[in-house]
């Protein structure tokens, strides 16, 4: 049976857990629970409709739209179900707009729950945007929490885009994969946050093609993996113009927990700049000392060192 | 007061026992200010690590305030009040000068109460304050946030491993203003500096001079600097590390 329309407390907290919403926001919302739409307000300046065949979601943004708002959170706590979901985002020339997105899910039940978030970006010319996506699980079942997003960016000339996505707890499988194509000028940033524990399995792909002269791509991923947890960070830079491209992977590894750095870049251009990091350790010894020194436990120090990391 | 009798500490190199510290009898008296100076090798970081636990003795008992601590760990003496500023501040990935001072005062002070411990020791707060502790910033900058975060825990004993080591010229003279300072403040603690430097003997109640893991002198500074001057206990200048960075007083 459905839950009725209303959100419950764990559906709430689960949108302020994704999406820092008490209530339903300001601005352009799409809620979407178990499944359904509970909820939906577009603005003068940001249209959203369901797509005709039912899959999901396509949001248009008025060329020149300035500081407005999109937030599309996604719960689910309904233990079993399984759903995809297609977004495409299509952002006019010049608009400046921040978009939420996330998924939550809180599973007791014993069966799996999955949503597989397929969200597309037509970025258009000078254009900015800021893209927020947190995953959350929750819930003490043995069903697994599983989410799989997809992340296409099709950047035009001279636009930006700040990615934030963060998955600090909860979710048990992960398989994210995300491509973007920038022309002349474009500038993407992407800052990572991931944590796994327990026999949590992450991975996260990107491929970045940087087409056009002036592009630039920073791709930085910053994650802790706890317990048996096993991460892939699986990062390409493909530059074919006079483009600029760096990526690097920070991990600490703890407990038992496993992590596959795997760098890739591939330069068709004389003038493409690529550079890639990777770094992966334990926290150093001195650290925890330093902490403890300033009065905290041990393990008071570890959890300082992992908060500031993951910040 | 802090008090150390008969601490010896050994490690074990290349399979052979080596002895760092030789039953050394010390104590640190409320309300002074004692630099330990002496050679390379003496034994003197080890000393100030063994105080703060980081090291355990191989035998011998500490007492802060006549109660044994020997056996108590870092996190406990530093409850009991003291303090400890690394010879190499530690550097940090993420956490900010704010949350290491917070950490260090153990509760949510306002910036501006965290940013007066940075104005202490002449950094413009302003600039520092939502710095990430990492490598960005200078070996100056970072040690100067480090005797920060001792002077915002207000120990009762506080050490400083070498604070002159690793530091440009300006940093140093300002590093001097900053321990005249906690000595004329010092009501209710004592302050323990490892240092072979001369301006900081100068301002010192004490001086102990430790050489191969022994206690060597140990005096009033009147009666005990006069003969170290110009030996390897007491250097005129400071080693010029890097170049000199900008002032921060300058807000």
């Known amino acids: 049976m459905l839950k009725p329309k209303k ?24 809620i979407r629970s178990n499944g359904k739409a509970i909820g939906r307000s577009s603005t003068a300046n940001i249209d959203i409709e369901s797509k005709d065949d039912g899959t999901g979601l396509d949001i248009r943004i008025k060329p020149g739209t300035k500081k407005e708002s999109v937030h599309i959170p996604v719960v689910l706590t309904q233990s079993g179900l399984s759903e995809v979901v297609y977004n495409d985002f299509y952002v006019g020339e010049d608009a400046d707009v921040v978009i939420v997105a996330g998924c939550g899910i809180d599973n007791c039940g014993t069966a799996n729950s ?12 000078g254009a900015r945007v800021k ?19 997809v992340t296409e960016v099709y950047m035009e000339e001279n636009s930006s885009m700040e990615m934030e996505m963060v998955q600090i707890k909860g979710v048990d499988d992960t398989d994210r994969m995300t491509k973007a194509e920038l022309a002349a000028g474009a500038a993407l940033v992407v800052r990572e946050r991931l944590m796994t524990h327990g026999e949590q399995r992450a991975i996260s792909a990107y491929v970045v093609d940087l087409n056009g002269d002036g592009s630039s791509a920073d791709v930085v991923s910053r994650s802790v993996a ?12 493909v530059g074919s113009a006079a483009c600029s491209g760096h990526t690097e992977c920070d991990s600490i590894i703890m407990d038992n927990g496993r992590i596959l750095a795997v760098p890739g870049l591939e330069a068709n251009s004389v003038d493409a700049a690529l550079v890639h990091e990777a770094a992966i350790g334990k926290i150093a010894g001195d650290q925890i000392i330093k902490l403890m020194t300033l009065g905290l436990s041990e393990a008071e120090a570890e959890e300082q060192i992992i908060n500031g990391f993951l910040k | 007061m802090l008090e150390l009798k008969n601490i010896s500490f050994d490690v ?27 050679p390379n090798g003496g034994g003197k970081s080890t000393l100030a690590r063994l105080i703060m636990g980081i090291e355990k003795p191989t035998s011998g008992r500490i007492y802060l305030n006549g109660e044994d601590i020997t056996d108590a760990s870092i996190t406990e003496r530093a409850k009991k009040g003291i303090g400890f500023a690394f010879q190499t501040p530690v550097r940090f990935k993420g956490l900010q000068v704010l949350d290491l001072i917070r950490i260090a005062a153990g509760k949510r002070l306002s910036p501006a109460s965290a940013c007066e411990y940075l104005a202490a020791v002449g950094l413009c707060a302003k600039d520092y304050i939502d710095r990430e502790v ?8 970072l040690k100067r946030i480090e005797i920060a975060t001792v002077l915002a825990r207000g120990s009762v004993l506080s050490v400083f491993d070498e604070p ?4 440009d010229l300006w940093s140093f003279q300002n590093l001097i203003h900053v321990f005249e300072r906690m000595r004329e403040e010092i009501s209710g603690s004592s302050i323990l500096i ?13 001086v102990i001079v430790l050489k191969d893991g022994r206690i060597a002198e140990q005096g009033d500074r009147e009666k005990i600097l006069p003969d170290l001057i110009g030996t390897a206990s007491a250097v005129r200048d400071c080693r010029v590390l890097e170049m000199p960075e900008r002032s921060g007083q300058t807000c």
């Open chain 1, 7 to 30: 959100m419950d407390e764990i559906q709430k907290r689960l949108l302020m857990e994704i999406a820092g919403l008490h209530e339903v926001p300001e601005g352009a919302y799409n």
């Open chain 1, 114 to 125: 999955q949503h597989d978030g397929i969200h597309r970006f037509f970025v258009g010319k």
């Open chain 1, 131 to 149: 893209y927020v996506e947190k995953h959350y699980g929750s819930g003490d079942g043995t069903g697994k929490r599983i989410l799989n997003p």
């Open chain 1, 226 to 237: 706890r317990d048996d947890s096993y991460q892939k960070f699986d990062a390409k830079l």
């Open chain 2, 12 to 38: 074990d190199a290349d399979g052979q026992n080596k002895e760092i510290v030789r039953g050394v009898d010390l104590v640190i008296p409320d309300e002074k200010l004692v630099v330990v100076t002496g």
């Open chain 2, 134 to 141: 990492n490598s960005s910033l200078s070996g100056g900058e």
């Open chain 2, 164 to 167: 002159e080591a690793g530091i």
């Open chain 2, 194 to 206: 490892i240092s072979h430097q001369e301006r900081i003997l100068n301002i010192a109640d004490e």
